[in-house]
Nanobody
Framework: VQLVESGGGLVQPGGSLRLSCAAS????????MSWARQVPGKGLEWVSG???????YYADTVKGRFTISRDNAKNTVYLQMNSLRPEDTAVYYC??????????????WGQGTQVTVSS
């Protein structure tokens, strides 16, 4: 299994970013995927997930601002992040399997992509 995130960067408050996670080594179309994030010194936070029939789930902290989607033809899951806030600053990880929660050490994880929201 390989998960490769991209799309992170520095953005001003109120701005947008789109994260991508390219997946390989498993049957992507049948697998629920999630995004999680971690701030140094703090715990891992599940952010959003999408199941194999494209039901989407969101943490209350991002609901209405973030949108998760998947393209099974490209084996890629996306996280569109709008109205970004400084508290969204974190390393964002793509992980599988699962759409509603994450557990450190369980499943497969990408290397992470840094998102920094600052003026």
């Amino acid at each position: 299994v390989q998960l490769v995130e991209s799309g992170g960067g520095l953005v001003q408050p109120g701005g947008s970013l789109r994260l991508s996670c390219a997946a390989s080594g498993f049957t992507f179309s049948r697998t629920a995927m999630s995004w999680a994030r971690q701030v140094p010194g703090k715990g891992l936070e599940w952010v959003s997930g999408i199941d194999s029939v494209e039901n989407a789930y969101y943490a209350d902290t991002v609901k209405g601002r973030f949108t998760i989607s998947r393209d099974n033809a490209k084996n890629t899951v996306y996280l569109q992040m709008n109205s970004l806030r400084p508290e969204d600053t974190a390393v964002y990880y793509c992980t599988m399997p699962g759409a509603r929660s994450v557990l450190p050490g369980y499943g497969s994880w990408g290397q992470g992509t840094q998102v920094t929201v600052s003026s």
